[in-house]
């Protein structure tokens, strides 16, 4: 059975940071691309950030800089730093495997970013 579990989402400041974790089980780890999606009320879903099985990173433009992900395949972990946080951040995180035609998702954290 394939789990996904997000944790580490919450209520910050407009500036302030965030550590985001998936834990993954079920899957052979090392050979997943691991993502961070985001979705905010009325949008759709949005790719974040994704690692690679090689290691290699990708980020969209509006967290280039502010966010970093990384990945322990020893662990079979996945994080996402986010630091510099925006009120637009807000949104509901996911984290998801992918190998192939394989596509798994977590159940979400929540993220908002408030004075």
């Known amino acids: 059975q394939v789990q996904l579990v997000e944790s580490g989402g919450g209520l910050v400041q407009p500036g302030g940071s965030l550590r985001l974790s998936c834990a993954a089980s079920?899957?052979?780890?090392?050979?997943?691309?691991m993502g961070w999606y985001r979705q905010a009320p009325g949008k759709q879903r949005e790719l974040v950030a994704s690692?690679?099985?090689?290691?290699?990173?990708n980020y969209e433009d509006f967290v280039k800089g502010r966010f970093t992900i990384s990945r322990d395949n020893a662990k079979n972990m996945v994080y996402l730093q986010m630091n510099s946080l925006k009120p637009e951040d807000t949104a509901v995180y996911y984290c998801?495997?992918?190998?192939?035609?394989?596509?798994?998702w977590g159940q979400g954290t929540q993220v908002t970013v408030s004075s």
């Open positions: 690692a690679s099985s090689g290691g290699s990173t």
């Open positions: 079920g899957i052979i780890f090392r050979l997943y691309t």
């Open positions: 998801n495997a992918n190998f192939k035609t394989l596509s798994f």
